[in-house]
Protein backbone atom coordinates (compact mmCIF):
# COMPACT_ATOMS: atom_id res chain seq x y z
CA UNK A 1 0.00 0.00 0.00
CA UNK A 2 1.32 3.34 -1.27
CA UNK A 3 0.88 6.70 1.14
CA UNK A 4 -1.08 9.22 -0.46
CA UNK A 5 0.91 11.70 -1.89
CA UNK A 6 0.38 15.69 -3.08
CA UNK A 7 2.16 18.80 -4.80
CA UNK A 8 1.25 22.00 -3.40
CA UNK A 9 2.54 25.00 -2.80
CA UNK A 10 2.06 27.80 -0.18
CA UNK A 11 2.53 31.40 0.77
CA UNK A 12 3.40 31.64 4.77
CA UNK A 13 2.75 35.19 6.52
CA UNK A 14 2.37 35.92 10.25
CA UNK A 15 -0.75 37.21 10.10
CA UNK A 16 -4.58 36.09 9.22
CA UNK A 17 -4.73 39.68 8.02
CA UNK A 18 -2.35 39.55 5.74
CA UNK A 19 -3.25 36.27 4.38
CA UNK A 20 -6.28 37.65 3.87
CA UNK A 21 -5.27 40.29 1.67
CA UNK A 22 -2.78 38.01 0.04
CA UNK A 23 -5.70 35.50 -1.07
CA UNK A 24 -8.10 38.49 -2.34
CA UNK A 25 -5.22 39.49 -4.88
CA UNK A 26 -4.75 36.08 -5.96
CA UNK A 27 -7.10 34.36 -9.12
CA UNK A 28 -4.29 32.06 -10.88
CA UNK A 29 -1.43 30.41 -10.25
CA UNK A 30 0.68 32.93 -11.46
CA UNK A 31 -0.58 35.67 -9.25
CA UNK A 32 -0.12 33.11 -6.42
CA UNK A 33 3.94 32.45 -7.25
CA UNK A 34 4.70 35.66 -7.80
CA UNK A 35 2.73 37.07 -4.43
CA UNK A 36 4.57 34.31 -2.55
CA UNK A 37 8.01 35.31 -4.39
CA UNK A 38 7.62 38.93 -2.67
CA UNK A 39 5.89 37.79 0.37
CA UNK A 40 6.35 34.40 2.05
CA UNK A 41 8.48 33.93 4.98
CA UNK A 42 9.15 30.21 4.06
CA UNK A 43 12.12 29.52 2.44
CA UNK A 44 10.08 27.67 -0.16
CA UNK A 45 9.39 31.64 -1.26
CA UNK A 46 12.14 31.01 -3.66
CA UNK A 47 10.28 28.65 -5.91
CA UNK A 48 7.11 30.54 -5.94
CA UNK A 49 6.17 29.01 -2.54
CA UNK A 50 6.67 25.34 -4.15
CA UNK A 51 6.50 22.65 -1.82
CA UNK A 52 7.30 19.79 -4.36
CA UNK A 53 5.14 16.37 -3.83
CA UNK A 54 4.81 15.01 -0.04
CA UNK A 55 2.94 11.99 1.32
CA UNK A 56 0.59 12.09 3.87
CA UNK A 57 1.84 12.66 7.28
CA UNK A 58 4.97 14.63 5.76
CA UNK A 59 3.21 17.78 6.95
CA UNK A 60 1.72 19.55 10.91
CA UNK A 61 -1.78 18.05 10.61
CA UNK A 62 -3.62 21.59 9.99
CA UNK A 63 -1.57 22.03 6.64
CA UNK A 64 -2.37 18.51 5.48
CA UNK A 65 -5.87 18.78 6.45
CA UNK A 66 -6.25 21.80 3.85
CA UNK A 67 -4.28 19.75 1.28
CA UNK A 68 -6.68 17.14 1.12
CA UNK A 69 -9.92 18.85 1.93
CA UNK A 70 -9.59 21.63 -0.66
CA UNK A 71 -10.28 22.11 -4.22
CA UNK A 72 -7.19 21.58 -6.43
CA UNK A 73 -6.18 24.54 -8.68
CA UNK A 74 -7.69 27.28 -6.33
CA UNK A 75 -6.25 28.95 -3.44
CA UNK A 76 -7.72 27.91 -0.21
CA UNK A 77 -9.19 29.85 3.01
CA UNK A 78 -5.82 30.48 5.63
CA UNK A 79 -4.48 27.91 7.57
CA UNK A 80 -3.25 28.63 11.22
CA UNK A 81 -0.56 26.28 11.93
CA UNK A 82 2.43 27.10 14.64
CA UNK A 83 4.31 28.69 11.73
CA UNK A 84 1.77 31.11 10.81
CA UNK A 85 -1.04 31.53 8.36
CA UNK A 86 -0.66 29.48 5.24
CA UNK A 87 -2.27 30.07 1.76
CA UNK A 88 -1.85 26.83 0.07
CA UNK A 89 -2.32 26.16 -4.04
CA UNK A 90 -3.00 22.19 -4.65
CA UNK A 91 -1.36 21.44 -7.67
CA UNK A 92 -2.27 17.61 -8.55
CA UNK A 93 -3.00 14.94 -6.06
CA UNK A 94 -2.73 10.93 -5.64
CA UNK A 95 -5.11 9.49 -3.76
CA UNK A 96 -3.95 5.95 -1.50
CA UNK A 97 -3.34 2.58 -3.82
CA UNK A 98 -4.11 -0.28 -2.21
Known amino acids: MV ?3 AWASHI ?11 RDKVSK ?3 FQKLARKKS ?3 SSQKGGDLGWFRKGQMVR ?7 NQPVAQIGEP ?18 VA
Open 41 to 43: TCP
Open 12 to 22: LVPSKTEAIQI
Open 79 to 96: VKTQFGYHLIWVHERDEE
Open 29 to 31: LKD
Open 62 to 68: EFENAVW
Open 3 to 5: ASS
